[in-house]
């Protein structure tokens, strides 16, 4: 048996436990700890988003030193409603997380660790060599869902623009658009007058990614618009489950991220749940396996119940529309006045909100489809 070689030894270095290794080190510099990531970069290759009413004034100051940009306001484009919409909205690239995180942690990372198996103090390395917690073993993989679920999927390309691209804020939703396999969107972060990531969205029954087709489907966006690309310098792509029933997940150790249900079941966002739990552990008295998992083990019960309505709403998008007339649903709800929307995204929804959100949305999926996909059991 090796001896303990930290308080806390974080399992994957995305997200979850980057933001946590990022408090750690900002608020209890004496706590030791190690990082195993499976990879060389941390963050893998994503961008991550979120509205500026999501998270604490002071959170948006760290997260800015970790490299979140912000956009004064943003747009959407939809069937019969075009908005623009006056909240800031900030987005984080992968690649600007890992240099501002990596140098943080100097000494306290380690790259190429594959994990065989974990328990909740414990972790053994592909190679043989066994890591031991005096704490514990906080683990942040990605994990397949489980339960019954729909998928949010995309293919992203950041671009460079021959010439200025002319816009002045984000693109949330360009849903004007051909639908294809379901509610069909063109999402664009205009990162520099030139630079722009272009994604094609679909919230799909499937998993299954053409990638090749999302592709052309972006240059035919591209072209419609005017621009010339001269080079397409980064590309990623994913297909984000979005649950319409199930458990919450069962927590046997310390786990963060979405693999513990910590997202917004309609929108997929999981960066301002990620910074709640970073503050949260960051700042425990004791990093003792047990009551750690005990505490995590409960916030991701709480989260799932607080999550309830929006699965429901999954549930009468999913089983309640026909995938060409999902579109009709989000044209709908973005009629709403912009801080009932600032909620919804920010998962803190009042009863009255939803009465307004059922309500609205009553008019876009036929009740004799929405009443027993909202009431369809959980499994």
């Not at 048996?1 to 436990?17: D, I, K, Q, Y």
């Not at 999927?153 to 984000?170: I, N, R, T, W, Y």
Request: glycine letters at 10%; proline letters at 5%.
């Amino acid at each position: 048996m090796s001896a303990p070689s930290a308080e806390l030894l974080l399992v994957g270095g995305g997200l979850a436990n980057g933001l946590l290794a990022a408090r750690l080190c900002a608020l209890r510099p004496e706590v030791p700890f190690t990082l195993l990531e499976a990879g060389l970069t941390l963050g893998g290759n994503h961008t991550w988003s979120f509205h500026e009413s999501d998270v604490s004034a002071e959170a948006l100051g760290w997260l800015a030193a970790l490299g979140a940009r912000r956009f004064e306001g943003h747009q959407v484009k939809l069937p019969g409603c075009e908005r623009a919409l006056s909240g800031a909205y900030w987005s984080l690239r992968s690649d600007d997380f890992h240099r501002a995180l990596s140098a943080r942690l100097a000494g306290r990372v380690r790259f190429g660790a594959r994990v065989r198996e974990l328990g909740a103090r414990r972790v053994e390395l592909e190679g043989g060599e066994v890591l031991e917690a005096r704490g514990a073993v906080i683990d942040a993989r990605a994990r397949p869902p489980e339960g019954p679920c729909g998928y949010q999927k995309f293919l992203g390309q950041e671009l460079e623009l021959e010439a200025p691209h002319g816009l002045s804020c984000p693109l949330l939703m360009d849903a004007t658009v051909e639908q294809l396999d379901g509610f069909r969107f063109i999402y664009v972060l205009p990162w520099s007058e030139r630079s722009v990531l272009v994604e094609d969205t679909v919230y799909s029954d499937t998993a299954a990614l053409d990638g090749e087709a999302f592709r052309a489907r972006i240059a035919e966006w591209v072209r419609a618009r005017g621009w010339r690309v001269r080079a397409v310098t980064r590309e990623e792509q994913a297909a984000l489950p979005i649950p319409l029933g199930g458990r919450a997940p069962r927590l046997t150790h310390p786990m963060l991220g979405v693999s513990a249900g910590f997202f917004h079941a309609t929108t997929g966002y999981s960066l301002p749940f990620a910074v709640q739990l970073a503050e949260r552990v960051a700042t425990l008295p004791s990093f003792a396996a047990e009551p750690l998992t005990a505490l995590l083990a409960r916030e991701a019960k709480r989260h799932w119940r607080r999550q309830g309505f929006f699965r429901l709403l999954n549930r009468m998008l999913f089983r309640g529309a026909a995938p060409a007339e999902r579109v009709r649903v989000f044209s709908s709800f973005y009629r709403h006045d912009e801080q009932l929307i600032g909620r919804f995204y920010a998962g803190s929804l009042s009863f009255f909100d939803i009465v307004k959100v059922l309500a609205r949305g009553a008019s876009t999926v036929p009740a004799h489809k929405a009443i027993p996909a909202a009431l369809a059991a959980s499994t």
